[in-house]
């Protein structure tokens, strides 16, 4: 991960060196230079979407909304590819390689975890621990942890990043793997850099030079507390104005079926409107328009005063500074113009369609309000605010640190961005005002909006959690006002018509075994395909076949000879080729039928075509497609003639159907599951959903004395919780919740229950003496 | 906790001055110099253990191996006490004052969660949200996060340290919970330093100087690599020793014995031993014996090379260093000399009864060790490592601060502490040396010792459950192999006895409730305290006082007089007096019966005296007096002569008794838990090990198809993981699972004992065609 994170930043620097040296050479036109300057940028990003479109679409956007999911114990299969590799690390290349506001950590992060499952797969061709699907997991929670690490050089802050990011419960285990691998990524990475001649040794990436003795002033908290609450507002704004962009576009249907058919021309517009208001001698010269966003932050983070311009002195070596010092404007003004275009441009920008991160153009976006402040406290202060006798002048860098923990921290909603600006600026010593801004920072952005990555999850309806609010609300209410309480399940005589129409009825991924729908009670669970796979079975070719050989024995028809000659094994693997063609030939209903059933059968019957066999397949193949020709012409041909027969043979598969739907089931060859997870009726909210977040459920029995009486899954607990817990605040009670008090009456209605099951029990044994309720008055 | 962290570590600076100024006050005599040197720690440290041993021993030691059990989920009551919070302060206030080589931090974790368990119960007086259980954990996890955080002013990481040591799993919400409190807490606790005028603003504790643009060279990471290694060692070692003079001073009877009566013995032996040692004109001179844990670690992270000792100009504004440069011997010795003799007296020393940690200590020596190999490597490459003209020369500060890390990760086992020295001296320019080091010395450490607090927990057996090691034979061990098969329940029908003998067999905390011993089908547990309320009730006062009068109606004795002066409620409450009074008279059976049938009548009957029926009490009182005086006094005066009426009462009484045992147990007031925890048979012992975890789970039941089979509790979960994963590396399977094959076998016996079933069910139902044994060999 480390050598394509540096081979990509390098690709990446080149693309915008690329740029630069365009824009520079045709400086005798403007116009000339101003085609460059934008037709680059929109043939970059075009091309990324296009790749990514054509090649997997699943690698659009930043990725960390999925990952959360994907840790979650969701299936997202299509998330893990190859071509989702490939698709994602050239599409991101080239996305960050126009100059737009795009970031590349999020993707990052999913290109780790691609890697890293496709690593498991490999692995797994070996055997051993990497068969465990839980290593898949612990293998993915690392991996989220490089994708930060190697992008920003921060091991500490990648893993703090990544688990606050993507989990709800994290296992301390699993911290100490995450650690291994962003160091050594972190560390390889920053390696590669030093043998590159770019550095003389292994530093930081954005290396800030604050004077180490009196880093700040005590008393210049309260500004860094009031910039950690403006960057909480404005992360909330972020967040808000991003998914304001998406759903207003999905409904304008007019826009959005036009956007639908020619999918390209979203970015490419976004683009040109970008470029263009960035386009150095025109508007950018106002923004700082012509440095990426490396050298912005370069800048932002410089330990130097702006605002005194007198002291020109200090500006000559390093250039970046003069971007922002514009001859007629203030440095105040170019920072305000900066922060305001670049947070609608980073909001806009982040919903095209390659793939693309958010959180670098707003860490940059933190940083431009943080000299903001920075810079107005030193217009201030001149002289900083101490007063015995040596003067410390106000490093508006520091603000600049701030104000990007600080603002990154609010969108996300995480605090360990404090360390990732501590190890991407190699100083620590803002520690305390960087905790405190963003602490009131998430604060702010926590009470008024989701972070981005759950706006994210939310605008594309992946199946997560959402987390429980505060309030009693939780504890009050009950599995049972949640609850599925019609369960679709199978039980130990049902018949395979029953076990048809169950799984025509549920959604989830797999079915309950009750002992009879009289007791319910509960003895697993199995999986859907398992199912799908005994039906087959029952309705199979093979005893299809030997139901026809039976019945034509009766019959004196030839098909005997067909059958004998065909053994079990390697009449199943023929048949997709035989029902193929009878498929293609637009063949009578029975063989559709028989097409059918075949189709449903699941995928390894394949494996049992063995090269041994070959000849008997070979004779029966041949066989087949006499017999079938035959058949098909015949039919095509005479249809009317021939159809009494046929409507005869249709007849009698249909009613032997029927016969074989109304046995019982055999479970036999069937896995079940002996132990699914269970809760009971008076589980709290709360409780369920701590269990689910920490054992990644999808669903869940709810059983009372064993006895099966509903399911719950995360589409019911999600309801509940979006049900009690809105985003505005305001609670609502679920329907059924208002119906029973909390406190005491569930006690009594508890020993309600159980009386009756005692009053049960007492009848069916010997009267005694003394009568009970007469031992409860006298107690 | 920032100003008692504060205050304290005022105090404890008050302490050392106070003996440094002992000390050089008397100058002009050696031996009284001595004496005062060594007395001085001795009184303190004896005065430490003996009050903490007098108002609250649970105070001794560290504190967080106690708190990693509480966090488990093991109510340790008596270590959360206000008690305790008084003997943990001023105890470890005392010991760290003496300037033995102890450490603040452990203990301030548990005064941190004391202070938080006290602030919870206060708050609860108010009702709200600290009135649940689960509010108290989490507050107990933001304090371990706060009493790291504000001991060293490292809010970051104090959070991480403090999830490491003491968590399995751990809830991302409290993260930032943890996050807010250390933060306020170190803020307060560096701005109250500001306030004193020792800072002039906020800043490291152990601020370093080293130089930013080349930190370190690449070529020197195999040195730092060597040294995180080398911690390695000498962490496991250190744990190692630590247990071994524990174990050993336990193994000798005649030793354990004589410090079991004169506790304050051995501390004193051993500070006056290490004090002696440490005695700067002594052998303290060729180790910095004067020198405190603060001056020593100041001085080691010191930006200077010490080995160039011709430039002496350096080191006129720092007098630390001038400790360690003896004119005699060089500073290799010294440091030498100063890491071996300091390794085995913080071993020794944190074996003393008195509140204190070893992580300063370990952290001291990891420094010191760091310091040699760098003043190592600034001998051998004097000009540094670099080839490119500019000289870096070698910073042994660096290697110190790699060094601590290293050392106390390796004690530990956790990675923050990386974090921790980052935030400890305010420079994060080595961090990659540091987390490399951090990681290798974790990595050995692990590999051969628990952590320390690991090892503390095993010493004082607290119930704690150790982690799973690597390997497959947590998977292929299933609950079947290590649960208790003969689960000791009661049944709906059960009757007194049966309950009194559960009671008896049991340890768990609850009882199984299951329908009826035939279909054992579980339908909740019940508390032990609730029983045994159960029975209190059944044989309870009320009911015998009322068996004898209904008796003596029937007889014509004089005993109706006596209980209808007694109305129920204050017969209760005069029990114990006329109980009391009997035995101390040595009365009869009976009496006795009846005092200890009392006395396991639950302690709520108390609440039962009402001052409105004061004069009933007295009256009763009296008459109860009298009539047991003349009964115990004839009793004992003519024994034989009486027998025959007291037997006959007795008797009765006993019969009674009987009677009343052998009547079904009445649950209607009786809170039943609906929903115990359930495993199946086949659970592997991984995932129960996760739940365990997770839920922090004391016993879970386990159940088939809702028929309870067994019960797990911690107790064989921790015998089979101790089984199967030793220290030593040998892993020995347990005793059931070598009869087990894994793999197909499962499903086989699955679908045998569902078929079982399945068939029961089919005999029950209607016979049906085809046979489903044909059925499955034609498929």
Redesign the interface.
Known sequence: MALVSWVMDYTIAFCQQAQKWMYGGLDSNMLLQYLAWVTYPVVLITFSAGFTQILAPQAVGSGIPEMKTILRGVVLKEYLTFKTFVAKVIGLTCALGSGMPLGKEGPFVHVASLCAALLSKFMALFGG?YM?E?RNTEMLSAACAVGVGCCFAA??GGV?FS??VT???????N??RG??AA?FS??IF??LA?WNQDE?????LF?T?FR???????QELPAFAVLGIASGFAGALFVYLNRLIVESMRKQKTINKFLLKKRLVYPALVTLLVSTLTFPPGFGQFMAGQLTQHESLVALFDNRTWYKQGVSEDFDYLSQPQAWNHPHVSVFITLLLFIVMKFWMSAVATTMPVPCGAFMPVFLIGAAFGRLVGESMAAVFPDGI?A?GTVYPIVPGGYAVVGAAALSGAVTHT?ST??IV??LT????H??PV??AV?LA?AVAQSLQPSLYDSIIRIQKLPYLP?LGWG?EK?NIRVEDIMVRDVSHIT??SSYRELQEALMSGQLKTLALV??SDSM????SIERSQLQCLIA??L?R??RL?YLRERAQDNGTHLPTLSQDTP?KSGRGVRFLVSTMALERGSEFSLRVDFQCLCCAPPYVSHYIQFTHFFQITATFCLCCLFFFWKSNAGSMTPKRRRPKRVRITMAIAEWEEHQLD??V???????D??PF??????SL?KTHT?FS??GLDHTYV?S???LVGVVSLKELRKAIEGSVTVTGVKVRPPLASFRDSGTST?VS??TE??K??NR??SM?LP?E?N?DS??T??
């Open positions: 621990i465990n839980l091991p500490i703090l688990i606050e989990s709800t419960f994290f296992a301390v285990r911290y100490w650690f291994f160091t972190a560390f920053r390696v030093v003389e040794t292994i530093t930081a290396k030079r180490l003795d009196f880093p700040f002033d005590l101490h015995d605090v404090a360390v501590f190890e190699g100083q620590i010593s520690i305390l905790m405190i602490i998430n987390e009693q504890y130990l005589t002992e009879s009670i509960l003895l697993g079975q029952q199979g093979s005893r030997e079990p046995e019982p055999n479970f036999n060859n069937c896995k079940i002996p132990a269970q809760l009971v009726e008076r589980t709360h269990i920490l054992l059983t004395t064993g006895r006690s508890e020993v159980l009386h099951l005692w029990h007492r044994s005694r003394p009970p031992m409860e006298c107690v």
